[in-house]
C-alpha cells in the first residue's frame, strides 16, 4: 500500500515532529513501539483518503500485535467503515481469505457489535 498523507486531527497549531513514524506504517508492518509513539500525535481512528483507519490498515496485513493494541485504546471506534462500506475485519478477509480466520474472529465482535450484544429478556 501506498503511504497515505493522513488528515491530522490533531489539536489547532499542533505540529507532528519529523521522526514520528507515520501511524499507518507502524500499523501496517505490527510495529507496536512505533504505533505507540505515533499515537502521542495522532487519533486513534485516524483515516487516510479511502478512509481507512490504522485499524484497517493492520487488519490488512494481520497484524495481530497492532491490531490488539488498538483494540485496546479507549478511544478505537473499530465500527468505522472506510470510503467503500468496509469494516477493518472485512478488509482482512478480502486481502487474506481464510488465513484470516482467526484475526476476523477477533475484529468482529469490535467492528459489528450489535451482533454480538445480548438480547434484552424483557419479554
Not at 93 to 119: M, Q, T
Amino acid at each position: 500500500m501506498a503511504i497515505p498523507k493522513p488528515k491530522l486531527q490533531l489539536q489547532k497549531g499542533t505540529v507532528v515532529p519529523p521522526d514520528v513514524p507515520n501511524i499507518f506504517t507502524a500499523a501496517e508492518n505490527d510495529d507496536v513501539a512505533a504505533l505507540e509513539l505515533a499515537l502521542e500525535y495522532y487519533d486513534v481512528n485516524e483515516r487516510d483518503e479511502s478512509d481507512m483507519t490504522p485499524l484497517h490498515y493492520a487488519a490488512s496485513t494481520l497484524s495481530n500485535r497492532t491490531i490488539d493494541r488498538l483494540l485496546a485504546h479507549p478511544d478505537i471506534d473499530a465500527t468505522l467503515p472506510d470510503k467503500f462500506g468496509r469494516s477493518a475485519a472485512t478488509v482482512a478477509f478480502e486481502c487474506w481469505g481464510e488465513l484470516s480466520d482467526r484475526i476476523v474472529d477477533k475484529l468482529n465482535p469490535h467492528c459489528y457489535p450489535w451482533l454480538y450484544d445480548a438480547p434484552s429478556s424483557n419479554l
